[in-house]
């Protein structure tokens, strides 16, 4: 069964420049998926065998939803949550997430934090002010981009896209234990049933549903290890 891995931000380059798209020659791999499916783990590790880019968008929403919290606002404004999302310069370097100069790297990771993150991620006006922030990562060798609509819609020319999965029972698991190994209390049952309800969210939103795009080469990852999973991937890019 493929192991939680940290979602550790050391090999997240530092944050690029808001520019316009770069030329298409530029190669994504696109790994797209559901909350705990593995994504981030296996994006960083296929960026590292190619020595391309990484980019982890759910960290980017996590940091606007940290800061619409800390902020008093509610998930639900949308007008305001992307008012603020558009002030947001996060820094991303040496292993860390800082904003405003403060290091937010366990902060964003937190469950209440993650919900939020989702909870936003429904509204357009949102992820209209976060996504040219996402595609100023795709600069030279490459970027691997894992989230839940990097293949559907930040990058729809990615040269791969994959969507990773694994069944809630599964995904629970491994959140569990990498919550308890940080020492976080945790219960199997109740980030099962969590993971139902952003499941839901994420599928049903009307902006950029989580959905596997045609084109997208499905994998469930219940049974495989990740070097099984890394090993699938980086065959799919080779073989073009």
Do not use: C
């Amino acid at each position: 069964m493929l192991a939680s891995g940290s979602r550790a931000v050391h090999s997240i380059l530092p944050m690029p420049p808001i520019v316009p798209p770069a030329s298409p020659v530029v190669p994504v791999i696109a790994i797209d998926g559901p909350t705990a499916s593995g994504k981030g783990t296996i994006a960083q590790r296929v960026a590292a065998a190619l020595g391309f880019h990484y980019l982890d968008s759910g960290a980017i929403y996590r940091v606007a939803a940290l800061a619409a919290l800390e902020a008093g606002l509610d998930p639900g404004q949308a007008e305001a949550v992307a008012a603020l999302a558009r002030t947001l310069r996060p820094e991303f370097a040496a292993g860390s997430i800082r904003l405003g100069g403060r290091d937010i790297t366990e902060a964003i990771r937190a469950e209440p934090v993650g919900n939020a993150a989702s909870r936003i991620a429904v509204h357009p006006e949102v992820r209209q002010a976060l996504f040219e922030l996402q595609r100023g990562f795709r600069q030279p060798p490459g970027l691997v981009a894992d989230g839940r609509d990097m293949g559907s819609v930040v990058f729809p020319d990615a040269q791969l896209k994959v969507f990773l999965t694994a069944s809630p029972e599964a995904r629970a698991a491994r959140r569990h234990k990498q919550l308890i190994e940080k020492g976080i209390p945790a219960n199997i049952s109740t980030l099962a049933r969590d993971l139902r309800e952003r499941d839901a969210r994420d599928m049903q939103r009307a902006a950029a549903p989580l959905v596997a795009v045609q084109g997208a080469r499905q994998l469930d990852s219940s049974s495989l290890d990740i070097d099984q999973v890394v090993e699938r991937v980086l065959g799919w890019y080779r073989a073009g």
